[in-house]
């Protein structure tokens, strides 16, 4: 298990928004030199790395980005303000230090707004949107800004570590930094004799462009997105009314954003849900009602592919403080190796 937790380690805590993935790209080269028979990045900068075999081909996808910002104006006091890239919850952003990515490196920074002590009453009853918040790097110009190599266009990440919680492991982009740890465990436990690529997808946050991109490129007999899902185990989260728990196996989804997104064919589930009751692999079943994948944009791709989703069960996604069970990790990744093997009997 210390394999798994140092993997996600150096994932989780590597930054890069969607268009900015290349910390994450070069850890999953580094991971998976030897394992695979090359490496490619495609125009999109998609990381495709492939293992040859037979000509049934084999697509597993984890996108590489998470949630951030970007800069967009500095005022004179050297004040940034900044737009959300993906989906922010406005309240868990207030008072986070971000690691702003400019060009002559990594500067820190803080999100800050007017304080609670000279607000007014009904102030105090609103929630602060990000547009209302500001990151103050310790400037005290615009030109200290700009002579930092900071300016608009610069990426911005939430500075966290991951640490142990428990028995469990807390962090930023779990969304999809667990998945990607999950793919690679994958490829070098499997022992399919198909063609796999193996695929970190870009921009998945923004609109799964980097799946549609690679699985066009790929055209897969079959494929599996490898991603995060809501648990549902903790106060709050009752009304719901789905049952995913931490410890309790990967989440095989059924069907997710209502089914806006992706509906599962009956053959891929069976394909999933045998392999991992064949190989005493926990798991649950998903249908959400919000939220999707890159499944969905696979899925589609030219005439159709058979696509399914394994995912980690992840507690408060899309904030800093993602918590995760490294067990379902693990045996994400063994349902994935053991599916990989038992594809032909599902799909010619």
Known sequence: MQ??????????????????????????????EGVVDEIKVDNLGNLIAVRNGSEKKLMIAAHMDEIGFMVKYIDDKGFIRVTPIGGWFDQT????????HGKKGKVYGVFGCKPPHIMKDEERKKIIK??????DVGASSKEEVLDMGINIGTPVTVDRQLAKLGKR?????????AGVAAMILAMKETKSDATIYAVGTVQEEVGLKGARTSAFAIEPNAAIALDVCVATDFPGAESAHTDIKLGKGPAITVADAAGRGLIATKKVLEWLTETAEKNEIPYQLEVAEGGTTDATAIHLTKAGIPTGVISVPARYIHTPVEVIDLEDLKNAAMLVARALERAGKYFK
Request: no cysteine; net charge negative; proline share 0%.
């Open 3 to 32: 394999e798994v937790f140092e993997l996600l380690e150096k994932l989780s805590n590597a930054h890069g928004i969607s268009g900015y993935e290349d910390e994450v790209r070069e850890i999953i080269k580094a991971e998976l």
């Open 93 to 100: 952003v207030l008072n986070q230090r971000v690691v702003l």
């Open 130 to 135: 990000i547009r209302d918040m500001f990151v």
């Open 169 to 177: 492991v807390t962090g930023k982009a779990f969304d999809n930094r």
